[in-house]
């Protein structure tokens, strides 16, 4: 039985509906189906009995290396034993115009050297306990079915056994085949949900793999930065790409649900949202990288999808836009058994003033970068620039979303962005309203954010009014303006002295004894480093942390600060939050 990789050893694919975790192993342990937020029907990630996964490794024993095709979210892995080597490629294919209306996975298995006997398996898994997969054979192709969602598995020259079970009592595909200098295998699968299923050939998949190859080659030509850790953050522009959902254009926070922050457990949560603050902190990546399309995709999408109730501006929506409610347990043991493993977000109904900032904030990265925007557009962002000026003076949640509302730091931060921003919009035309409530109310959180937020005997700025922990979040406002002078350098100094570890810092004070270091506080170090005129040690910093990412450069959302391990969600676009 194939045992769940470790978090570091997965790569990541993705169609811009869906996406799948790779194994160094060679088990896809994670696809949902047909759409990310979907509940997986191959989720061995989470449940290692009956999650599901789809294997393809050789009989015995292997090394693997790998690597992506360049400048694509295809993933090609060289395997060797001691009889020879394959080559794997696997993708989640698209069309000639765009994403496919059915998922595709091709996973193509070219010889190279010697003889190779390969294995491969597809296991079907129960929606997290939700559903129970059956089997049928049409013909030549092999259909499973679980719950709505419906498989067709096919290829060539992979040899499928089928056991001899009664009807619908078989659970998973199996087969082996030999590879041998120059030969060339497919396996294919296919999927849809409450729809009719097309069963490609597999010449018409081996085609697929080129052809989105090519697309993400040609994609990756508008990707607009050359300087240093060029690769870097060229990777990280591609797996941000993967988690543009492209049915609405609204962009996922993660790819999973339900990893661990700890071996503790018990603060799993699902990610599979488009929040606001993350979306926010995406599209000013994507601005800043001339991927004009995403852009505009993303940010109208968030527009939109405020405006259908601008009065209520939540923390993060489902990807099509609607509002989540509750949060649901699943029966399964969640990763390397640490539970629970649900849906849903407590964080739902919380008030977090910092999204005013992030909204705004984007609003005028789109602008600087030479857009417009609509009379409506300018009206329904005035309404938030004027609800910052009456709720912060509130307490909220924060954005790490505690239970207990207090008078955080960063989220009085948010409100004077978020203001600031509005003036800026409004100086140029692009913002209908009070641009001198706004101007009077920013100065009123500055002063008072000093009065009451500021610590002379720390030397920072602390986590809440009056307290005395410290807070990496503060560090978003060196870039946003709020603070680049000693202040902030100062209060960058007492971080790294209470919160660092090596090159990562805890998210804030006491998070040392319960969760992992959180990879974009270092990343926003980096970022407040440079905006407070520290550039050789921002620098410095960067070097470190690009090496901390995995063997294909994926990073996970916490890192062990000893082991490197990874933990909580991967990928995360907190890997490019700087």
Not at 68 to 83: A, D, E, F, M, Q
Not at 300 to 318: A, C, K, M, R
Request: proline share 4%.
């Amino acid at each position: 039985m194939t045992v769940t990789s470790a978090l570091r050893d997965y790569g990541v694919i993705g169609d811009g509906r869906t996406i799948a975790l790779v194994g160094r192993n060679g088990s896809i342990d994670w696809l949902p189906l047909p759409s990310l937020n979907s509940l997986p029907v191959f989720a061995g990630l989470l449940d290692d009995e009956s999650g599901g996964r789809i294997e393809l490794a050789p009989v015995g024993e292997f090394t693997v290396s790998r690597r992506y095709v360049r400048g694509t979210n295809v993933l090609t892995s060289l395997i060797h034993t001691p009889t020879g080597s394959v080559r794997v490629t696997d993708a989640l294919i698209t069309g000639i115009e765009g994403r496919l209306p059915w998922t595709e996975l091709g996973r193509r298995i070219e010889g190279v050297e010697g003889e190779v006997r390969m294995r491969w398996s597809v296991q079907p898994g129960t929606l997290l306990g939700t559903a129970s997969p059956w089997i049928h054979h049409d013909g030549a192709h092999s259909i499973i079915h679980a719950g709505s969602v419906t498989i067709g598995v096919t290829g060539t020259e992979h040899h499928p056994r089928r056991r001899r079970q009664p009807a619908h009592s078989e659970t998973a595909l199996h087969g082996t085949f030999t590879t041998a200098p120059g030969s060339r295998h497919i396996l294919a699968l296919v999927a849809t949900e409450n729809e009719p299923l097309h069963l490609p050939d597999a010449q018409t998949v081996d085609a697929g793999i080129d052809r989105t190859i090519a697309t993400w080659r040609e994609w990756s030509k508008t990707f607009a930065f050359d300087g240093r850790w060029s690769s870097e953050v060229q990777r990280s522009a591609l797996l941000l790409k993967s988690l543009v959902y492209a049915p609405t254009g609204a962009v996922a926070a993660a790819a999973t649900t339900s990893l661990p922050e700890s071996a503790y457990g018990g603060k799993n949560w699902d990610y599979r949202f488009a929040w606001v603050r993350d979306a926010a902190y995406s599209v000013r990546a994507l601005v800043r990288f001339g991927l004009r399309t995403e852009t505009h995709a993303a940010f109208s999408w968030l527009l939109e999808t405020i405006e259908d109730d601008p009065s209520d501006l939540h923390v993060f929506y489902d990807l099509d836009g609607s509002v989540p409610h509750g949060v649901t347990t699943f029966d399964v043991p969640g990763w390397n058994g640490i539970g629970p493993v649900v849906s849903g977000n407590r964080a739902q109904d919380q008030r977090q003033l910092g999204v005013f900032g992030d909204l705004l904030g984007l609003a005028r990265e789109y602008v600087n970068a030479g857009n417009i925007l609509d009379e409506k557009t300018k009206r329904m962002l005035a309404g938030v620039a004027n609800r910052a000026c009456d709720f912060w003076r509130t307490p909220d949640s924060g954005m790490w979303e505690l239970v207990e509302p207090r008078h955080f730091t960063s989220s009085k931060m948010g409100c004077w962005q978020a203001l600031d921003a509005a003036v800026h919009l409004a100086e140029k035309g692009q913002l209908h309203g009070s641009p001198d409530r706004w101007r009077a109310e920013r100065e009123r959180i500055r002063d008072w954010i000093g009065e009451h937020c500021w610590s002379e005997e720390l030397g920072a700025y602390t986590m809440v009014a009056g307290g005395t922990d410290l807070d990496a979040s503060v560090l978003l406002h060196a870039v946003s303006g709020f603070d680049t002078g000693p202040r902030m350098a100062s209060t960058i100094d007492t971080i790294v002295a209470q919160l660092g570890r090596g090159p990562l810092l805890y998210r804030y004070s006491g998070m040392d004894a319960v969760e992992h270091p959180f990879v974009a506080c270092s990343f926003w170090l980096a970022a407040a480093l440079a905006a407070v005129g520290r550039q050789d040690e921002a620098v410095a910093l960067m070097d470190r942390l690009v090496k901390l990412s995995n063997d294909v450069g994926v990073l996970a959302e916490m890192i062990d600060e000893d082991q490197k391990t990874f933990w909580e969600t991967s990928p995360r676009v907190s890997a490019i939050w700087a």
